[in-house]
């Protein structure tokens, strides 16, 4: 099944060079291909959006600050079963949890600053590619 996903690389990983590691791994994964990507500051109106179901909870705000402290790189990549294999390649949200392999589990430090985002489900992907990428919803 062929899809589309959002994926983010956060301020974190752009500060620290990470850039091409993340995209290399993304890259390298046979069948998926990037069919949109952009260097880009976020601000706080497209956060809102993009993190709307964490609006209220406490780590929003310290998560709006720090996902508006740098440039990301916004992608859209797409190819069978996208979704749920770049979230196995990310690993889970705090990366101490996440396994040596991963990318949060290689690079990760705190739960906050996890390097990458990637959409959750199909209907997450709509939304959020809407966001980012409107050309191509
Ligand atoms: P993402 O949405 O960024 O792909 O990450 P996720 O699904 O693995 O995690 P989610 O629960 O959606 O949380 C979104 C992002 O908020 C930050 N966070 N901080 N307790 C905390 O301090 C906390 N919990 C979550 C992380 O940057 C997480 O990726
Ligand atoms: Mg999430």
Do not use: C
Request: negative net charge; without cysteine.
């Amino acid at each position: 099944m062929s899809q589309r996903t959002l994926v983010l690389l956060k301020p974190d990983a752009v500060r620290r060079g990470l850039i091409g590691e993340v995209v290399g791994r993304v890259e390298r994964k046979a069948g998926w291909r990037i069919t949109a990507l952009e260097l880009r500051t976020l601000d706080r109106a497209v956060l809102e959006q993009h993190y709307a179901e964490h609006v209220g909870k406490p780590f929003y705000e310290p998560l709006v600050e720090f996902m508006s402290s740098g440039p990301v790189v916004a992608m859209v990549v797409e190819g069978e079963r996208v979704i749920e294999g770049v979230r196995t390649l990310a690993g889970p949200t705090d990366p101490i949890a996440a396994t040596p392999g991963s990318i949060r589990g290689d690079f990760g430090t705190i739960v906050r600053e996890n390097l990458i985002h990637a959409s959750d489900s199909e209907e997450s992907a709509e939304r959020e590619l809407k966001i980012f990428f409107p050309a191509f919803a």
